[in-house]
């Protein structure tokens, strides 16, 4: 039986994208990026986004059925902003493995995700992975705790599907659900 790797996002605007790309270009000094070689694994930019939950691999069926609760979640919430602050080394609690960004707490993308978490199966905290390198490498690279002030917009989730590849995860939006609020809370 043939299974997708299923996960519910929130896509970035192109215009975040690049600013994230941007970063990504001129983070480290030359030297570091030179000692870390290529074992950086950049996300590619049309990769980036916030996971609100991934569910992991699931039948058609399955996949059918995610997509019709999550068109019931988004009906309940309107739309909303996170307030991105700061590009860190992560996670946060644990050696170092990626870099990422992180945002101010929402209480309306924890409600968004409670709902989704209570309809699906677990929530991840949200972040948006800007790279991924082994624990040695983070030893060579330096502190990196830069301000990234932007506000997104949460218009829509998003149902992807995650194809892994050798060159890095390809990802296909299987539906794309507008927030429409129209249920009172």
């Known amino acids: 039986m043939n299974k997708r790797r299923i996960f519910i996002a929130i896509n970035l605007p192109d215009g975040i994208k690049k600013k994230l790309i941007d970063w990504?270009?001129?983070?480290?000094?030359?030297?570091?990026?030179?000692?870390?070689?290529?074992?950086?694994?950049?996300?590619?930019?049309?990769?980036?986004?916030?996971?609100?939950?991934?569910?992991?691999?699931?039948?058609?069926?399955e996949t059918y059925e995610i997509c019709k609760m999550t068109k019931e979640v988004a009906k309940k919430h309107q739309p909303f902003f996170i307030n991105l602050e700061r590009i860190t080394t992560g996670p946060l609690n644990e050696?170092?493995?990626?870099?990422?960004?992180?945002?101010?707490?929402?209480?309306?993308?924890?409600?968004?995700?409670?709902?989704?978490?209570?309809?699906?199966?677990?929530?991840?905290?949200?972040?948006?992975?800007?790279?991924?390198?082994?624990?040695?490498?983070?030893?060579?690279?330096p502190k990196i705790d830069d301000a990234f002030i932007v506000s997104v917009p949460v218009e829509r989730i998003d149902v992807m599907q995650s194809n892994l590849k050798r060159g890095g995860p390809e990802y296909t939006i299987l539906e794309s659900i507008n927030l429409e609020g129209n249920e009172p809370r």
Not at 30 to 39: I, P, V, W
Not at 103 to 119: H, I, M, R, V
């Open 24 to 61: 990504q270009r001129k983070c480290l000094p030359a030297e570091a990026l030179a000692k870390a070689g290529d074992k950086i694994n950049w996300v590619r930019k049309e990769n980036l986004h916030i996971t609100l939950i991934f569910i992991g691999y699931v039948t058609d069926d």
């Open 95 to 141: 050696f170092p493995r990626m870099f990422w960004v992180i945002g101010e707490k929402s209480q309306e993308l924890a409600n968004l995700q409670n709902d989704l978490e209570n309809n699906q199966v677990k929530a991840f905290r949200p972040h948006i992975t800007l790279a991924r390198f082994k624990n040695q490498v983070a030893k060579d690279l």
